[in-house]
C-alpha cells in the first residue's frame, strides 16, 4: 500500500504541548527531509503494480488521486488532529464546506439540526436555506442549555453551535449540550473557529463529538487562504443514528468501526462532493498554526485592553466581549476557555458609517483573524441578509461595529479609535 511520510508522533497520544504540537507535527524526521513542510503539487500517484492499486481503491487509505487524500493536506490534517484532541480529521476548501459536510455526516432527508441562533452568517444560511432543499431541517434558538432541549426533536441527530457566538460573543455551555444531544441519540458539532483550533477551546474534551473550522481566519492568521476542516473525537455514539446502522453487516458502522464517522466525513465532503483543499493552501494553513498561540495570545491581550477602555468611552454603548467581567458570558467563558478570550469584540456606535470611514489603520473588511484588525457594520454585511428578527437574535444591531483584532500596538489601535470616535 502507498504510505505516507511517517512523522513519529502519534497525534492522540503526543506529551507536546499545543506551542510545541504545532510546530512539530506532521513533519516527518531523518537524512534529506525538509525541516518545514514540502508542498506535493500533484493531482495523482503511482502504483508500481496493479495488485497495490487495487489495495488502495479497496481501502482509500493511501495515496491514489489527489481529490481524495494528498501528503501536504494530510500533514496538516494530522496537526489538526493533534491540536484538537481528536481522533481524525479532514480538511476541506472553506468553512462552509466544512460545516455542510459536518451536518450531511450524520443527517439525511428527514432529519432535524438543533442549533444556537447567534451563528456566522454562512452557517445561518445553510441551515435556513440550503440543507432544507436536501430535506433536512433546522431550529435556531436562543444559546441556553434549556432552549435547545426544547427545540429537540425525535429526528434531530445534530446539535449545533459555536464556541464563542458570532458577533454576540455568547458561549455555550458546552457539557450540558453535549448530555442534551447524547440522551436522545444525537451528536454534538461545535464550529470551534473562534476557539483557535483547541488553542482557547478543545470542545472534544466537553463532551462534543465534532469540531469544525474555518482554517481561513485564525489558522491562516495572514488573510491569504481560505480552507475548512472537520475534526472527529473518538467518544461518539452512533448506534441511534439509521446512516451508521443500516444495512445489517454492510453498514457504515460494521464496515467502518470507530473510523465511520471520519469515513463517511472524507467520503462526502472530498471523494463525492470534491471540495478538497488544494495542497498550497494545506501549507499556508499549517505555516499559520505554527504561530497561532503567539498571534492568538497577543490579540486576545489586546481585545481585553480595548474592551475596557472602550466600556468607559462616552460614545461607545453595548462593548460585547467575553473576556469582560460586565459579561453576560463571562462565567461561561471562564469555564471553557483558557489563554484568553479571543480576538474579536463588538460594540456600538451612533454612526457606524461615519466612524468606519474616519478609521486609518483598521480597515473595512469581513475576515477574522488577520494580522490586521478588521472592522466590520455586521447588520448591512455579513449578516445582512437575514431576517431582521434573526440579526437582533445573533446578536447584531444597526449600531454595531465587529473588530476583529489583529497585531498591531495598543496605542495605534486606540488612537485610531479615539480619532474615528471623535
Ligand atoms: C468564516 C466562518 C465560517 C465560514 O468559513 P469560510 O472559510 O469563509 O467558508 C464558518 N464559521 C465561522 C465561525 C466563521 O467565522
Given at each position: 500500500m502507498t504510505k505516507f511520510p511517517s512523522t513519529e508522533v502519534d497525534p492522540a497520544n503526543t506529551p507536546w504541548s499545543y506551542e510545541t504540537t504545532a510546530v512539530q507535527t506532521g513533519i516527518p524526521r531523518g537524512l534529506g527531509e525538509t525541516v518545514g513542510l514540502p508542498i506535493h503539487q500533484a493531482a495523482a500517484f503511482q502504483f508500481s503494480t496493479l495488485e497495490e492499486a487495487q489495495d488502495e481503491f479497496a481501502?482509500?487509505?493511501?495515496?491514489?488521486?489527489?481529490r481524495l487524500q494528498n501528503p501536504t493536506v494530510r500533514a496538516l490534517e494530522e496537526r489538526l488532529t493533534a491540536l484538537e484532541g481528536g481522533a481524525a480529521t479532514v480538511a476541506l476548501s472553506s468553512g462552509q464546506a466544512a460545516t455542510l459536510t459536518a451536518i450531511l455526516s450524520?443527517?439525511?432527508?428527514?432529519?432535524?439540526?438543533a442549533a444556537t441562533a447567534s451563528l456566522f452568517g454562512g452557517s445561518a444560511g445553510l441551515l435556513n436555506n440550503i440543507l432544507p432543499l436536501m430535506g433536512i431541517s433546522a431550529t435556531?434558538?436562543?444559546n441556553t442549555p434549556g432552549a435547545i432541549a426544547a427545540a429537540m426533536r425525535p429526528n434531530t441527530r445534530l446539535v449545533w453551535a459555536e464556541t464563542i457566538g458570532n458577533p454576540a460573543g455568547d458561549v455555550p455551555d458546552l457539557a450540558a449540550?453535549?448530555?442534551?444531544?447524547?440522551?436522545?441519540?444525537?451528536?454534538?458539532?461545535?464550529?470551534?473557529?473562534?476557539?483557535?483550533v483547541g488553542y482557547l477551546c478543545r470542545p472534544l474534551e466537553f463532551g462534543a463529538d465534532l469540531v469544525t473550522h474555518s482554517l481561513t481566519k485564525w489558522a491562516g492568521g495572514h488573510g491569504s487562504v481560505l480552507g475548512g476542516s472537520v475534526t472527529a473525537g473518538s467518544r461518539h455514539d452512533l448506534t441511534r443514528n439509521p446512516i451508521y446502522t443500516e444495512g445489517g453487516e454492510n453498514s457504515l458502522l460494521s464496515q467502518r468501526g470507530e473510523q465511520a464517522l471520519a469515513w463517511r466525513v472524507r467520503w462526502l465532503g472530498a471523494h463525492q462532493m470534491g471540495m478538497t483543499l488544494s495542497p498550497h493552501?494545506?501549507?499556508l494553513l499549517a505555516q499559520g498554526l505554527e504561530t497561532l498561540a503567539l498571534r492568538l495570545t497577543r490579540e486576545s491581550e489586546t481585545a481585553l485592553a480595548l474592551a475596557q477602555w472602550l466600556s468607559g468611552h462616552p460614545r461607545v454603548q453595548g462593548v460585547s466581549y467575553p473576556g469582560l467581567r460586565s459579561s453576560p458570558h463571562h462565567a461561561l467563558a471562564q469555564k471553557y476557555l483558557r489563554g484568553g478570550f479571543g480576538a474579536v469584540l463588538t460594540f456600538e456606535v451612533p454612526d457606524p458609517a461615519a466612524f468606519l470611514a474616519r478609521l486609518k489603520v483598521i480597515r473595512i473588511a469581513p475576515n477574522l483573524g488577520d494580522t490586521r484588525t478588521l472592522a466590520v457594520h455586521p447588520w448591512t454585511t455579513t449578516h445582512g441578509r437575514l431576517p431582521e428578527a434573526a440579526r437582533r437574535a445573533a446578536g447584531v444591531s444597526a449600531q454595531t461595529i465587529r473588530m476583529s483584532v489583529g497585531l498591531e500596538s495598543l496605542e495605534d489601535l486606540q488612537a485610531d479609535l479615539e480619532g474615528a470616535l471623535a
Open positions: 481501502r482509500n487509505q493511501g495515496l491514489s488521486y489527489a450524520v443527517c439525511r432527508a428527514g432529519d432535524h439540526v435556531l434558538t436562543e449540550l453535549a448530555q442534551i444531544a447524547h440522551e436522545r441519540g444525537a451528536l454534538l458539532g461545535i464550529d470551534n473557529t473562534w476557539g483557535g493552501s494545506a501549507f
